[in-house]
């Protein structure tokens, strides 16, 4: 586990992504589905999310032949970090949903490529899959439900409450 | 070189954080220094940059021991897609030469890894290195020069065109 904190840091840069770009009033606005998770939700499951994978990293580095694996990992991470500022910096939904989806294929293939290199580390990935999935039918949701409207009824919307 | 295109693609998902947040009218508006390189610039370069350092990857993941090598590598380049957003997207000069700061001592960090298991691929990031020293030289020139000027003088100047 010599490169767990590594890993951990990697995982810490693909969270600052969520500290620089936080849900504000456009999010507020914005239509949202009845199963939408509370904000205070989200930094939690994350931290959960990101020690895990950091770990299943680490014991990864540690068996042969884990190159590919490795690859993959570093992918995913950085697709990962670019959602945030596109989504609640940029307000472009379909982009978000788009890299979600890219993120989903990339971690999928990542727990592929751990499952045959030890198992305990494919499982640690599983989580963050389900997120994943979850994430992605909200991303997808929100973009569906709000796609007809322009930044500045949304932004009016956050101001005076209605949708 | 079998892993080329993974590492190509990892470089593609940063890159792509320079395509959503590109400089516009505050960074036009923002004082200088004379030795900015011109806008059109920085994608030649960072297209460049990005084919050499995933070739470096590539080449170090097909020798032994390179867990750390690696690791770092994926820690460097998720801490690269968060500048863009950062700089371009929020204005946030000094977070931005932060980040930078940060970035270029995980990219020494990964070439000297890289420089114990293969000198090509350590040669191969060194134009790298160099382009984050002058990136982080403008980046803390360009924060030092407009720290005192609220975004609304300088959205003005950049409407204006006055400094």
């Known amino acids: 586990m010599a490169l767990f904190p590594v890993f951990l840091l990697t995982c810490a840069a693909a969270g600052m992504a969520g500290v620089f770009f936080r849900p504000g009033a456009w999010y507020r606005g914005l239509d949202k589905p009845t199963w939408t998770p509370p904000n205070r939700l989200f930094p939690v499951i994350w931290a959960v999310l990101y020690v895990l994978i950091a770990l299943a990293a680490a014991r990864i580095a540690e068996v042969p032949d884990n190159d590919l694996a490795l690859g993959l990992w570093g992918l995913q991470i950085t697709i990962n970090t670019l959602w945030s500022g596109v989504f609640f910096g940029l307000h472009r939904m379909l982009a978000g949903a788009l890299i979600i989806a890219a993120l989903w294929v990339t971690v999928l293939a990542t727990t ?11 499982l640690m990935m599983v989580p963050y899959l389900i997120w994943g999935t979850y994430a992605l039918a909200l991303n997808t949701s929100v973009w569906l439900r709000n796609r007809g409207r322009d930044d500045a009824q949304r932004d009016e919307a956050a101001v005076t409450g209605k949708r």
């Open 112 to 122: 592929v490529a751990f499952w045959s290199l030890d198992m305990t580390a494919a």
